[in-house]
Nanobody, 126 residues
């Protein structure tokens, strides 16, 4: 079956770094765009970043631009989110999701993600 599984979250001090991983199985990975979302308690889900299936096009939310980098390794069926210069405002559960839709769907805050991982907690202390 289709499966996405996040890992790499944890507790870090402000200014620190984390690298999140999204391991995928059960589908042809390079046919799909992969996006990272996050949700903090009492907040709406936010589209953080997205990477296209083939052409390398990426999207970043303004709140993370310049600090986060999304990447993918199709040979490993994995996507990553390198998070640097972390801020307390980055504290959230982070999810990866796949879709045949393009990353422009995430950029325009339209629905994205027909399969989701279970999430990984990122906590940034001040």
């Amino acid at each position: 079956e289709v499966q996405l599984m996040e890992s790499g979250g944890g507790l870090v001090e402000a200014g620190g770094s984390l690298r999140l991983s999204c391991a995928a199985s059960g589908f042809t990975f390079d046919d799909y765009a992969i996006a990272w979302f996050r949700q903090a308690p009492g907040k709406y889900r936010e589209g953080v970043s997205c990477i296209s299936s083939s052409d390398g096009n990426t999207y970043y939310a303004d709140s993370v631009k310049g600090r986060f980098t999304i990447s993918r390794d199709n040979a490993k069926n994995a996507a990553y989110l390198q998070m640097n210069s972390l801020k307390p405002e980055d504290t959230a559960v982070y999810y990866c999701a796949r879709d045949e839709l393009p990353c422009t769907q995430v950029a325009t805050e339209e629905p994205f993600g027909d399969y989701w991982g279970q999430g990984t907690q990122v906590t940034v202390s001040s």
